[in-house]
Structures are given as C-alpha cells and as structure tokens.
C-alpha cells in the first residue's frame, strides 16, 4: 500500500447549522487558542463569497470546457474565460451603484445579473477588443446591465441539492476541411 512522503496536520471542526445540519471544517488552524471554536462559524460565512467566485467560474464561466486538448489550448482558455469575467464584474461596477440607488424606493435592493451579463459578455469581448471605437458596445452593455436586474431577498434559503450529476463538457472539435 502507498504512503505519503509528508503528513500536513489538519484540525477537524463541527459546526451545527441552523437547518440542524453538522458541517464538518477541516482546517489548518490548529492553535485552538488563537482560534477557537467559536470564531470558525463566522469563519465559515466569511468564506462564502470565495465559494461563489468558484462558484461563477466552473458553472457560468465553465473554465473547465475547454476548445483542445493540447496545453497552450488550455491555458488559452482559461486566460480568455477567467478575462471575460474580470472585464465584465469591472464593467457591472458602476452600473451596480445606479441600480442600488434606483432601488432605493422599492421593497427590495436591487443588483445586476450578472449570469446574463456575461453570457453577452462572451458574445461581445471579441469586438470589445478589435475595434478601435468601442462606444457603442459600451452603451449597449450598459443598457442591458440597468435592464436585467434581480432582486435580493435577503434570508431565503433552499435545501441543497445532494443528487446534482457533475457536468462534464465535450471536446469541441473543429471541422476537418
């Protein structure tokens, strides 16, 4: 049977849930002085935003579905798709602010989809980056940006889904002449 070269210690915390589920943390914080065990449920909210990021990049982004097999085909894409959705939170921002405040009167705080703006986004960034002149594209952006909005409803929660299938993606093949 194979051994490990290194052993890296980790710290296993349980955290309970509100739902009454027991996540189990693993962690490399293993000073239970410095952190104790009540800071990692904070710690574990904390790092949602990262999980959501990855969240955005393998699910809207799918950098995983890649155009070749070789390498440099890959990196490519990764580069091109990890770009694509950098560009487009750095183009959301602003439009993000006017729809926060257009929100203002109404029973919920508004945001920017971002999912549909990045599908126009992988249609557009191509243009965005040839032509000379990008004015146009810029403002239609923007209008779809104040038009596809969504609200946030803060405290909903829904079960997770514990039966989703992992999505796997087809080589695209390019066409033999």
């Known amino acids: 049977m194979p051994t490990c070269r290194w052993a890296c210690p980790v710290r296993l915390v349980r955290i309970p849930l509100d739902s009454g589920e027991v996540e189990v943390l693993c962690t490399s914080l293993l000073d239970q002085e410095r952190y104790p065990y009540a ?3 904070d710690l574990y909210h904390c790092r949602w935003p990262v999980a959501e990021d990855y969240k955005v990049l393998k699910l809207r982004v799918e950098v995983e ?10 990196y490519q894409d990764i580069h091109a798709k990890v770009f694509t959705a950098t560009l487009t939170a750095l183009l959301a921002q602003p439009a ?7 929100s203002q009167t109404k029973k919920y705080t508004y945001q920017v989809n971002f999912a549909q703006l990045l599908s126009k986004m ?9 032509r000379t002149v990008i004015a146009d594209i810029l403002a239609s952006l923007w209008q779809i940006m104040l038009r596809t909005v969504e609200p946030v409803r803060p405290g909903r929660k829904y079960p997770r889904n514990k039966t989703a299938k992992r999505k796997r993606f087809a080589l695209i093949y ?4």
């Open 39 to 41: 800071v990692f449920k």
């Open 174 to 177: 390019k066409p033999l002449r």
């Open 96 to 102: 993000q602010a006017v729809v926060a405040q257009q």
């Open 65 to 74: 579905n890649w155009s070749g097999k070789s390498p440099l085909s890959i």
């Open 122 to 130: 992988k249609d557009t960034v191509v243009r965005l980056l040839r």
